[in-house]
């Protein structure tokens, strides 16, 4: 837990220090991302817009590596799963109101699920790794989307590239407390559905049997095999559903605020996800936290672009990298001792 | 007849162009895979090589200098991988994700700092760029790297540090000090198809423009069953079906128009079903990913 803060803290400062290179003040440069992310009632509603996508994908790399498995391809799940939701709306924009986003939610979940399956149908049953292949699905997921998008439910009154709207009875705003909290912001009911999310997995992991099983597979798949818990039936599940936890992004993006599918909407959730699962040393209800931190990163460095005129929003990407070597160091505590103990030899 | 023939041709040889970055980067996903270190860094490897490539040709005025220095930078992202995962054994999975994703931060940084631009550098004049070079050296790169590989000591010790680690360090040879040269030889060689991307395929760096041929590089080896002659097969295989993807573009198949984006997802898709081993089972060096 201390060496995950301090590698968080390190890696911040480095990335912090960087920004002198260009002629900026680390300082102020901090000072400008606290504001950003929370100075307003207005930031702080941004903050969690964001990191309401990211729990999700945090979970979702979670999950599947509780089983022994790198899931990469959140992205490609979520961008699956985003225009599923608003194909559904576009397609049935006359549902009403409780059944239409729960319809929506579940062909959401079912494709990204299937797309999470996919990978672990591969690996489980043919040997795949599954790094490389959630990676390209994630490409084809995002030509899948862009053809979907241009050429068979585009939005008639914009030229950009994003799908018609859905139907009035897919929103969730009328009923939307923690959007009416934080007006004018995106950030929606999801939120609370997120945290909820989390503490589900949590109980599945810990207090179910198939939670077990998956960790057990995860931690030694030999002593799973003895004890009889088929690793490819587990294995397969583990992805299926890490695939649906980052479906779930499309519930905040489509039912929650934008109402649409947008190419490029996700500020590559799907990696960010991979920090957050490794802030939160996989745990679900720490990944909540996590998803937060990193929400408040990304929302902090959108304002870079106006209050500097040399570090862009794509800062963003340097701190949370550096975040991820500082805490993926594990060794870094070992190896200082070592090479202390070898100057002491010397 | 004679049109098919030449039709054909021509599209093998832009198979060719287009899978000479591929080569490069899989013959340096290579150095690193068989001693033992997944790499899945090789995309953000590339993506500094093509920077570096594009930025020094434009303020020197030679694609040479240029690849050099690319070279040069490419050692260096190495060295940074090899420090993370070798030395502070950090996952090699995440740490390479966190490489690909801080250099697709770092470009737009320093872009921004040279160009004032977010994201692209300038364009490279006709004469400043190679015409075929990169393919000819990615050709002998492959042939050095076999013979190298096969009949050299030094060769053997990197194909122990990634089957039989203790073996090699009982024989007094360090597995770290393998384990370094290949990785950080790894982000040279990936850092110079990233080169050619920028310098040879296009005539600028612009964001993300290796899209994902790091990991086709990845695929290709995998597919190639990590050996080098077999890898280069693959990447021109992956070539030839980029370079089709680009003919088939507005091609009408039947009367109906295919969308661009089905063709565009073709190599993706290719990959997908090589790496499920439907073209044969490939098994991985028995050490890989394992932390000394």
């Known amino acids: 837990m201390k060496r995950t803060f301090a590698g968080f803290a390190l890696g911040l400062v480095i990335a912090l220090s960087l920004t002198s290179l260009a002629g900026e003040n680390p300082f102020h440069i901090a000072g400008i991302l606290y504001n950003s992310a929370f100075g307003s009632r207005y930031d702080l509603g941004l903050t969690l817009f964001y990191t309401t996508p990211l729990i999700f994908c945090g979970l979702s790399v979670a999950l599947a590596f509780h089983s022994g498995l790198f899931n990469i391809g959140g992205e490609g799940q979520l961008t699956m799963a985003t225009l599923t939701a608003a194909a559904i709306g576009v397609f049935l924009p006359n549902v009403p109101f409780p059944l239409a986003p729960l319809l929506a939610l579940a062909g959401a979940l079912a494709m990204a699920g299937f797309w999470g399956f996919v990978a672990g149908w591969l690996r489980a049953v043919r040997g795949s790794h599954e790094v490389i292949v959630t990676i390209m699905l994630n490409f084809i997921a995002a030509g899948l989307a862009s053809w979907f998008t241009l050429r068979v439910i585009p939005n008639p009154n914009s030229q950009n590239p994003e799908t018609a709207l859905v139907g009035a009875g897919y929103f969730l705003k009328d009923y939307d407390l923690v959007a009416k909290f934080f007006p004018d912001t995106p950030v929606s009911a999801a939120l609370v559905i997120a945290i909820f999310v989390a503490i589900c997995v949590w109980v599945l992991l810990w207090k179910t049997t198939f939670g077990y099983e998956l960790r057990v597979v995860g931690a030694n798949p030999d002593a799973a095999n003895r004890a009889g818990i088929s690793e490819k039936k587990i294995r397969i599940w583990a992805m299926g559903l890490a695939g649906a936890l980052a479906g779930f992004v499309a519930l905040g993006e489509v039912m929650g605020s934008a109402g649409q599918f947008k190419v490029g909407f996700s500020a590559d959730y799907g990696f960010i996800g991979i920090a957050v699962a490794l802030l939160a040393q996989n745990n679900p209800i720490g990944v909540i936290f996590a998803a937060f931190l990193m929400g408040a990163l990304h929302k902090g460095a959108s304002d870079l672009d106006l209050e500097t005129t040399t570090i862009t929003r794509d800062f963003s990407k340097i701190i949370q990298s550096l975040i991820i070597l500082g805490v993926a160091s594990h060794g870094l505590w070992v190896w200082k001792t070592r090479t202390k103990g070898k100057k002491r030899q010397s | ?292």
Not at chain 2, 43 to 72: K, P
Not at chain 2, 249 to 278: D, K, R, S
């Open chain 2, 1 to 292: 007849m004679s049109d098919l023939l030449i039709a054909f041709l021509s599209l093998l040889l832009a198979g060719l162009r287009m899978a000479t970055p591929m080569i490069f980067a899989s013959m340096g996903g290579l150095m690193s895979e068989r001693s033992g270190v997944v790499n899945i860094a090789l995309e953000g490897f590339m993506l500094t090589g093509a920077f570096i490539a594009a930025v020094v040709a434009y303020y020197s005025h030679s694609a040479w200098a240029g690849w050099a220095m690319a070279l040069a930078a490419g050692s260096l992202i190495g060295a940074l991988y090899a420090f993370f995962v070798i030395e502070l054994k950090a996952d090699q999975i995440v740490t390479g994700t966190a490489i690909n994703i801080l250099t697709v931060g770092v470009m737009p940084f320093l872009t921004k700092i040279l160009f004032n631009s977010t994201g692209s550098t300038p364009g490279i004049a006709l004469e400043d760029r190679f015409s075929f070079e990169p393919t000819v050296m990615a050709f002998v790169l492959v042939a050095g790297v076999a013979y190298w590989f096969y009949e050299t000591h030094s060769g053997l010790w990197l194909q122990f540090a990634g089957e039989h680690p203790e073996a090699l360090s009982s024989a007094g040879v360090s597995v770290r000090k393998v384990r370094w040269f290949s990785v950080i030889t790894s982000g040279a060689l990936a850092a110079m198809g990233g080169a050619s991307l920028s310098t040879f395929l296009a005539s600028s760096y612009s964001p993300m423009m290796t899209g994902g041929r790091g990991f086709m590089a990845l695929a290709a080896l995998i597919f190639g069953r990590w050996k080098p002659l077999p890898a280069l097969a693959a990447c021109l295989f992956f070539g030839v079906t980029d370079a089709l993807q680009i003919r088939l573009q507005g091609v009408a198949i039947g009367g109906v128009e295919v969308p661009v984006q089905f063709i565009q997802i073709l190599p993706y898709v290719v990959t997908i079903i090589a790496l499920a081993g439907f073209f044969g089972k490939s098994e991985a060096p028995k050490a890989l990913g394992k932390v000394l």
